[in-house]
């Protein structure tokens, strides 16, 4: 079917001063850009769609987040609204009570910063939910969360239980375990155990988290984090024609190489039902919020504690010469600056010993803290920074007390990866936060926090510069820029339509825009 979009502003993203005033799609491919009345002589059959002044653009691109997991979660009770320990054990005891057949209860989304009590619950706060049913409430962070006693005695974990390397177990000043558990070394052993008790319906939830994407423009997302389950979940689900969206797969480094060898359907980096394995992840830290990201200097108020490393310099070597040698792309988790050293450093001494990069397009995914004689590195070695832009409204006031003013304002430095030639992107790390892609735009151009603060105005950048993080720069992480991320002939008919242009609009009302419309593969998918 053929369609010609008119009457609207048309941002192509090829070019800031390009301004066609039609575009035509045939199937699932952009087939003009250019004037209306050429357009609509030559293509009279047409159906014409009238934009009414809107404004249509690429569909936008999630360069970094977990889908699996969102869908896994999107039932999940959601802690998200809870601003205190009681809010926590009311929302828990309300659906406990709703989901009488629950053996377990696995939450998310709650955030110690934003509680009352200015700190995590710990176990006592979740037995009084229940003492006989399992519990785990998930941080908005991921990276820690709290467990009740049922649960800490179905995983076996005891007060004999020693830290593993790169996580911990919270304890009281007895010694005696807390209930809180931080980074994934610690939540594998609590959660694994978990797992067969929670009770999923993975084809109805994959809908909804696919139509969570859609309802916010995305078109292409990112599977960031999967183990071989999920990969494996994945693809079964593609095969049964259940995937419509575009979903890149990244693998644990550790499960990469048997993961791949049993998607025998797949060859890397080419879509079979809407699935392409992208290439490894590895987690260097943790989260600066949480204060488990890695830095090279304490954090503030803090004599000596910078946070830790989930491993050791030969391991990231070791992960990153395997991609090489393999010819996939390896995307590590870095917040602190110690991190993203370990990385920069891992690479370059991976390169030298393979005597070539092969191209893969190393990716750092947050950068919260990434230094400029860093991204100066970064630039020669051609690493892409993926930014979690979102830090700046969402937690950048926590930042500022965490980390100390000066280094709050370069929390995710756009303006200096721009300015050296980097090809940055902005994600949102959903379930993190909502894969609200604008928000991100609206975060890089304005860079306000929470409580209303400008916080490092250096940093700002426009919004066409901003628009390049969620289209053709994203689409390039993915060695995708000759098939998404412009409007051009030959490219996907992959099209967001919005109730304003983000160009024209006041910047500060960016994030106000609504999607009104998601096309994807020339299809609506969303409207």
Known sequence: MIKLYYNGDIITMKSKNDKPSAIVTQD?????????????????EAEFVNL???????????????????????????????????????????????????????????????LKEQMHPDKAVLDSVSMTIPIYISHVSGHMGVANSALLKMAGITDETKDPEGGRFGR????????????????????????????????????????LYFKYGVTTVQEGAASKQAAIGLATLARNRLIDIDIVTYIMDEDYAETASLMKDYTLGNYVNHIKIGGSKIILDGSPQGKSAWLSKPYKNEKEYCGYASHDLDYVVNACMKAIKGKYQILAHCNGDAASEQFIQAYLEAMKKEG???????????????????????????MIPSIFVGHIYFWGDVHKKNLGINRAERISPVKSALDRGLIYNFHQDTPVTKPDMLHSVWCAVNRITR????????????????????????????????????????????????????????PVEIKNIQVVTTIKNGKVVFN
């Open 28 to 44: 699932d491919e952009i087939i003009y850009v250019g004037d209306y009345e050429a357009a609509r002589n030559i293509y009279r």
């Open 52 to 114: 009414e002044g809107k404004t249509i653009m690429p569909g936008f691109i999630d360069p970094h987040s977990h889908f699996f997991q969102t869908a896994q979660s999107i039932n999940m009770c959601d802690l998200s609204e809870a601003i205190s320990f009681t809010d926590i054990v009311d929302i828990l005891s309300s659906y406990k009570e709703e989901h009488k057949e629950a053996k377990i209860i696995f939450a998310s989304g709650y955030d110690h910063n934003f």
């Open 172 to 211: 009281y000043n007895d010694g005696k375990l807390n209930g809180y558990i931080e980074e994934i070394p610690a939540l594998m052993q609590i959660l694994a155990p978990a797992m067969e008790f929670i009770k999923t319906d993975m084809p109805s939830q994959i809908k909804k988290a696919q139509q």
């Open 356 to 382: 070539t990069d092969n191209g893969i397009r190393p990716v750092m995914i947050h950068c919260q803290t990434v230094r400029d004689d860093q991204l100066d590195r970064m630039a020669d070695i051609r």
């Open 451 to 506: 409580n209303g603060d400008l916080l490092g105005k250096d940093q700002c950048i426009d919004a066409y510069d901003a628009l390049k993080g969620i289209t053709i720069n994203a689409a390039y992480e993915y060695n995708e820029e000759n098939i998404k991320g412009t409007l051009e002939t030959g490219k996907k008919a992959d099209m967001v339509i919005l109730s304003d242009n983000p160009l024209k609009i006041n």
